[in-house]
């Protein structure tokens, strides 16, 4: 559920908190030894750029060792280099003669919804049946990582229930654009309102690129009620308050953003209409 937000959280790292002195963040792992075969002598390439997406710009070269000093072997043993992750971009439209395929194109998806609109159910059967690598980032999933001190928006919305709210969306953005600079298609789902745009659409803009892909999953209110009853624990709402926010999802319709009604749809069928859209949004982007 979006809710206002207030002043960006605190970096992780603060000053005199870093790693302690002497650690070193190359991995370690034992690896298969060849006789003969000079540790660190052949570097290992990094892996392709992600289809679709811009190649990142190298970096500044590392300067060299003061003189009189040991040069340090880097270790390579079992070491994979992984690309940072940055700000996910647009995905390159095709040839004006070629159709899209989302099904094969790495893409970052957040799908929008109100409670009992089958949003990570649609999620999840779309990220098992793609061509390409996919994650499913569930925002509910993440913010329910803090198991002992959980503060749940359902016992009142406070500053303990904000800031989880706020760390897991951060924490779901910085998966995502890690997995994007890796090759690997992100589908997030998320309960956004259309009149919060800046803590909403906004907050998801800054945390992934301007590269995300909004899609509204918006049933009748009868759907999304009967779906809700079927829930259990912290997920399930109370009728006034499933009726509450179907109400104000409404306000996607005259946004520009596409919007499914899954109504009458099943979870297969949904995802087949999600990659058409999808197909529709790579060729013309929403302005959002």
């Known amino acids: 559920m979006q809710h206002a937000v207030g002043s960006p959280l605190p970096p992780p790292h603060q000053p005199g908190h870093g790693p302690a002195v002497g650690w070193s963040p190359a991995a370690h792992h034992p690896g298969s030894h060849h006789p003969g075969a000079h540790q660190g002598s052949v570097p290992v390439p990094p892996p392709p750029p992600a289809p679709g997406y811009p190649v990142p710009p190298p970096g500044p070269a590392a300067p060299p060792p003061p003189q009189g000093s040991v040069p340090t072997v880097p270790d390579t043993s079992g070491h994979v280099p992984l690309p940072p992750g940055g700000p996910v971009a647009m995905p390159s439209p095709p040839p004006a003669a070629a159709v899209p395929d989302p099904a094969g194109t790495t893409l970052a998806v957040l799908l929008i919804g109100p409670a009992g609109a089958g949003k990570t159910s649609v999620a999840k059967y779309w990220a098992d049946h793609r061509r390409v690598p996919t994650a499913h980032i569930s925002l509910d999933d993440v913010r329910e990582w803090v198991r002992s001190g959980f503060a749940d ?74 779906r809700n009853a079927e829930r259990t624990g912290n997920r399930r709402l109370t009728d006034e308050e499933v009726a509450r926010i179907h109400g104000r999802m409404a306000g996607w319709y005259g946004s520009g953003l596409p919007i499914i009604d899954n109504s009458q749809l099943d979870v297969p069928e949904t995802a087949r209409v999600l990659d058409d859209v999808l197909a529709r949004s790579i060729a013309s982007p929403p302005q959002w």
């Open 153 to 226: 928006p359902q016992s009142g919305w406070n500053d303990n229930s904000e800031a989880q709210y706020r760390l897991a969306r951060r924490t779901c953005g910085f998966a995502a654009r890690n997995f994007l600079a890796n090759g690997i298609s992100c589908i997030l789902d998320d309960a956004v309102f259309p009149d919060r745009p800046v803590v909403g659409l906004g907050g998801w803009k800054r945390h992934v690129g301007p590269g995300l892909l909004p899609v509204v999953l918006l049933p009748g209110l009868d759907i999304v009620l009967e």
